[in-house]
């Protein structure tokens, strides 16, 4: 069984750019989360999307968006990146509680 | 609100000792509890959980966590670390009905050999 796939694995952007990362779940699972590890924060909860739809979001500003495909798949879009967006952003899919994560996308931000 | 506490950043311990890396959680309902490893440049691994039940939960890798309610804590331990065990844990708790992980802020095992 595939695990969870992110892509790219590497994402340089300028400041004011935007940034699209991609995650695929395990196959069967509905829902998908995403989390954002930057240096010295820890991992923070961005979104959650469950059967197309979004769920809940943690405390990040609108310009971080993002959305699921029929097949389950999703993307996260950040809008005028900033330089404190660099960080290793996790995609993880979710059956009975349970989160498997996928080896994260890491966004530089110059 | 929910919270999780890991009272240490790093952790230096010899290969073939002992460890305990601690976790508290505060919340005002029932929880579910998860200790994640993170190898370096990895994403994170399920190591156990815990969601009801035996309050003794073993895991992978020679890993078990105790959950005590009355002190709100989950710590993990393994009798006998090894290289490979050098890595970052998280523990998490998942708050039914809030549907999200809530991560501590991580402590890092330095394997000593």
């Known amino acids: 069984e595939a695990g969870v796939t992110q892509s790219p694995t590497h994402l340089i952007k300028t400041r004011g750019q935007q940034a699209t990362l991609r995650c695929s779940p395990i196959?069967?699972?509905?829902?998908v989360y995403w989390y954002q590890q930057a240096l010295g924060l820890g991992l923070q909860f961005l979104l959650w999307?469950?059967?197309?739809?979004?769920?809940n979001r943690g405390n990040f500003p609108p310009r971080f968006s993002g959305r699921q495909f029929p097949n389950y798949s999703s993307e996260l879009n950040v809008n005028a990146l900033e330089l404190e967006d660099s960080a290793l952003y996790l995609c993880?899919?979710?059956?009975?509680?349970?989160?498997?994560f996928g080896p994260g996308t890491r966004l530089t931000v110059t | 609100a929910q919270s999780v506490t890991q009272l240490d950043s790093q952790v230096p311990v010899f290969e073939e000792a002992p460890v305990e890396l601690r976790c508290n959680y505060s919340?005002?309902?029932?929880?579910?509890l998860f200790w994640y490893v993170q190898y370096p440049n990895q994403g994170l691994q399920l190591l156990l959980k815990?969601?009801?039940?035996?309050?003794l939960v073993k895991g992978i890798n020679g890993f078990e966590a105790e959950f005590n309610k009355s002190q709100t804590s989950f710590h993990l331990r393994k009798p006998s670390v090894h290289i490979s065990d050098t890595a970052e844990y998280f523990c998490?708790?998942?708050?039914?009905?809030?549907?999200?992980?809530?991560f501590g802020t991580g402590t890092r095992l330095t394997i000593i050999p």
């Open positions: 815990y969601l009801s039940g035996s309050t």
């Open positions: 919340s005002s309902v029932s929880v579910y």
């Open positions: 999307y469950d059967e197309g739809e979004e769920r």
């Open positions: 998490a708790v998942f708050l039914f009905g809030n549907e999200k992980l809530t």
């Open positions: 993880a899919s979710s059956s009975f509680y349970e989160q498997y």
């Open positions: 196959s069967g699972h509905t829902s």
